[in-house]
């Protein structure tokens, strides 16, 4: 595709729910990373992805949370027992290679109620 | 310390003024930095990338770097209305992982 793209656009999920959601990169891009990001805040950083591995999954708040690449292109972001605390928006990026420039998706709102 | 601190502003320019944004981190192997702006409830748009010492022009904006200070600044000349908005500096550590400054607010005021 043109751009990253992320899927749903929202969710809304009750509390204690499991919700999944989608990053499709930028297509040849190797490198794909997951933030989430707070009103007013910086997007927080959670894993990224070298192909299929995970090179850096320190941002990952706890064992709830859980991220994919089984094919090195579509990652999922699993996030199981929902919390309120999980709302924000979650944010999907790709780059070429390691260490160039990132472009993102249009994010994915997630509101645990 | 933070990886990476930005003054969260706002900062308010009038139409037409330069305004200047400011960024500092603290991974002295960092070599790529870049400048994202990201309007109320969009993503963030990749607007400049620098990797050298010196200053890198593009259009009305200009990304500034110092790696010896560990600082990099984005000016933007002619401010428009347009261009208020959150700007984001980021950087790679050396781990490869792309840190987020927590932004700067702009407002131009016509």
Known sequence: ?113 | QKEVEQNSGPLSVPEGAIASLNCTYSDRGSQSFFWYRQYSGKSPELIMSIYSNGDKEDGRFTAQLNKASQYVSLLIRDSQPSDSATYLCAFYNQGGKLIFGQGTELSVKP
């Open chain 1, 1 to 113: 595709g043109a751009g990253v793209s992320q899927t749903p656009s929202n969710k809304v999920t009750e509390k204690g729910k499991y919700v999944e959601l989608r990053c499709d990169p930028i297509s040849g891009h190797t490198a794909l990373y997951w933030y989430r990001q707070s009103l007013g805040q910086g997007p927080e950083f959670l894993i990224y992805f070298q192909g299929t591995g995970a090179a850096d999954d320190s941002g990952l708040p706890n064992d709830r949370f859980f991220a994919v690449r089984p094919e090195g292109s579509v990652s999922t972001l699993k996030i199981q027992r929902t919390e309120r605390g999980d709302s924000a928006v979650y944010l999907c990026a790709s780059s070429l290679k390691r260490e160039t420039e990132a472009f993102f998706g249009q994010g994915t709102r997630l509101t645990v109620v």
